[in-house]
């Protein structure tokens, strides 16, 4: 009777461990996907099977948000990312990224990105005009996101854009695989909360 006990105590206290964690990877998988995240997707040229390379930026600062939650419409955000803390996933590949083969990253630390001209389009969903600054280089694109949450103070949102890399010339012509294995576009996608200041 008493091996019993123990082998019912041990099988719960088996369960229990086993809840626990799944119901703690379950939490630190939703805090991962809810951080705030600026990540630009690239293709090969040719295409490689473990395309397409995600680098991400890992310091960036929101410096102003001027905007009613309440009504998004006419806000203005600004956005300051550190060039030098992308990551790819490979030291190889991003010390290749920083020179002035790509980003150049150390004489253009520095990406400048200011939204404004935010309309409304759908029930959550917004347009605006993105104006990028890098390597002395300025351009416009018209942007979608998405208002995923909203309080009173902030709002979270989602969003993605095509650009080409050329814009900032960012690494060589395509027309030269060999010396540009790099797609022309690329993509960023982003999720942000922001606060007014």
């Not at 590949?93 to 790509?102: E, K, Q, S």
């Not at 960012?170 to 060999?178: A, F, L, T």
Request: without cysteine.
């Amino acid at each position: 009777m008493q091996l019993y006990k123990h082998l019912a105590l041990a099988t719960v206290l088996a369960a229990s461990a086993f809840t626990s964690r799944a119901a703690f990877a379950d939490a630190a998988a939703d805090a991962a996907a809810a951080a705030d995240s600026i990540v630009v997707f690239a293709k090969h040229t040719p295409d490689k099977p473990t395309d397409p390379v995600q680098v991400k930026f890992e310091k960036f600062t929101v410096t102003k948000a001027t905007f009613d939650p309440k009504k998004i419409e006419g806000g203005k955000v600004t956005i300051e990312i550190d060039a030098t803390s992308l990551k790819s996933g490979d030291d190889k590949r991003d010390a290749h990224l920083n020179t002035g083969d790509f980003l150049d990253t150390s004489k253009f630390p520095k990406i400048v990105v200011d939204i404004d001209k935010v309309k409304k389009k759908a029930d959550k969903t917004f347009t605006a005009e993105a104006t990028v600054k890098f390597r002395d280089v300025t351009k416009k694109y018209p942007v979608t996101f998405d208002v995923v949450d909203q309080k009173a103070d902030s709002i979270r949102i989602k969003g993605e854009s095509a650009f080409s890399r050329l814009d900032f010339k960012v690494g060589k012509d395509p027309k030269e695989p060999k010396s540009a294995p790099v797609q022309t576009d690329v993509v960023i996608k982003l999720q942000l909360n922001l606060k007014k200041t």
